[in-house]
């Protein structure tokens, strides 16, 4: 396999063809590429602007073979099986690896390499059958009970109090591998995004601090309202833990930010663009999608600056009306400095992430105050 870039109009390829798969493919046609997504949806929301639609299970072996005949591939989600991706890059450039998914997929993985990389998580232990439920757990409480792999948005989590709550947990999650976390005193939420070529070639994304409700993104506010100091320790962290994994492509580090001292620990880590990410389309000098297409292209990141404090606001299928009637466009269609995402899903859900849109403004919390003003009246009652 050659090292030299992939120019346009090369075929790329994606595995996913949800909403980042989307703006991924935007990303990548609007710089003159091809785009062949592979994602088993006849909806996807993907398939809206993609050359090829591969309508396919992710294991379907004809599917892979066409996706391996791009001239490089890339992912959407951390889920994929990836032995999959190994045996793709038997045959055409695969970015991030596989062995770099598989870390990201497993907790217990994952909260090994960050240590390894001299990175502190919170105190946690791996809790693999009921045997590894006694006393030396007494210190992690209370604490997070968490799956090892398969969680997200909050899914795959309990708290727990006592010993006795952490083993009807266990029982709870189906004895499955998890991780036994302390709860920390979290002061914020943060994310960095990394776009890492090589050693040579490799940015982060001002930090952004996050917002959750009901264990799902609400707000991303940018840049962080922290002091300058810490945001540029979370850069540095978030570049250590790319080395460490000698990553290629676009990597989201979710990190909290821990009491009185605000010391910054690394929660977990998403091998794809990130939902933290998604205000780079507006409000950046690059987007965290055309990083990707770069990256996975052999080109070096992009810059990265950001071009003025915003704060996106996650649309969600809850905001539709029960028989499906849409928000309420108008407010936000109105307003000259937010930017409205849809992402083209036919059926709303609650929970469902359907859109997204950036308020851009001379000031962080500007931003953010005006986004929940809008969002409030996007509700369609
Ligand atoms: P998910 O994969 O669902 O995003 P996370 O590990 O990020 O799982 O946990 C979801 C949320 O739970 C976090 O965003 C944070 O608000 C809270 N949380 C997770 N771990 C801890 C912890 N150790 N201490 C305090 N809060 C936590
Ligand atoms: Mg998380």
Redesign the pocket.
């Known amino acids: 396999m050659t090292s030299l870039p992939i120019l346009p109009p090369a075929m790329l390829g994606i595995l996913g063809g949800g909403q980042l798969g989307s703006m991924f493919t935007l990303a990548a046609k609007t710089m003159g590429y091809r785009v062949t997504v592979l994602d088993p949806d006849p909806n996807a929301p993907a398939a809206r602007f993609a050359d090829i639609h591969l309508c396919a299970p992710y294991d379907d072996a004809t599917a892979l073979t066409q996706l391996s005949q791009c001239a490089a591939v890339t992912t959407e989600f951390e889920n994929v099986n990836a032995q999959a991706m190994k045996d793709l890059a038997q045959h055409t450039r695969v970015s991030p690896s596989g062995e770099c998914v598989a870390v990201a997929q497993n907790r217990i993985l994952e909260k090994a390499r960050i240590t390894q990389a001299g990175l502190a998580t919170?105190p946690y232990r791996a809790m693999t059958s009921s045997d590894d439920i006694n006393d030396d757990c007494i210190s992690l409480l209370p604490?997070?009970l968490?799956t090892a792999t398969l969680?997200?948005?909050?899914?795959?989590?309990i708290r727990v109090q006592t010993l006795a709550d952490v083993q009807a947990a266990f029982a709870q999650l189906n004895q499955v591998p998890c991780v036994l976390?302390?709860?920390?005193d979290?002061r914020a939420?943060i994310s960095v995004i990394v776009c890492r070529l090589n050693a040579e070639n490799s940015l982060t994304f001002d930090p952004a601090e996050?917002h959750?409700e009901n264990?799902i993104l609400a707000y991303s506010i940018v840049p962080a309202r922290l002091p300058e100091n810490v945001c540029q320790q979370a850069r540095q962290m978030a570049l250590r833990l790319a080395e460490e994994l000698d990553y290629v492509g676009v990597l989201a580090v979710?990190m909290?930010v821990v009491g009185d001292e605000q010391q910054l620990i690394v929660?977990?880590i998403a091998p794809r663009p990130h939902n933290s990410g998604h205000h780079t389309i507006d409000a950046c000098s690059s987007s965290q999608f055309q990083q990707q297409v770069r990256i996975m292209c052999g080109l070096p990141p992009a810059d990265t600056r950001l071009l003025t404090p915003c704060c996106m606001a996650n649309i969600l299928g809850d905001l539709w009306g029960n028989a499906g009637e849409e928000p309420r466009w108008q407010t936000v269609q109105n307003t000259t400095n937010a930017h409205l995402h849809l992402y083209g899903k036919l059926v709303a859900r609650k929970g469902r992430k359907m859109g997204h849109f950036t308020v851009l403004a001379d000031q962080a919390d500007k931003a953010f105050s005006q986004a929940k003003n809008l969002h409030q009246q996007l509700s369609f009652e």
């Open positions: 919170a604490g997070i968490k969680g997200y948005d909050g899914k795959g989590q976390e302390k709860q920390v979290l939420e996050n959750h264990g979710e909290f929660n977990e």
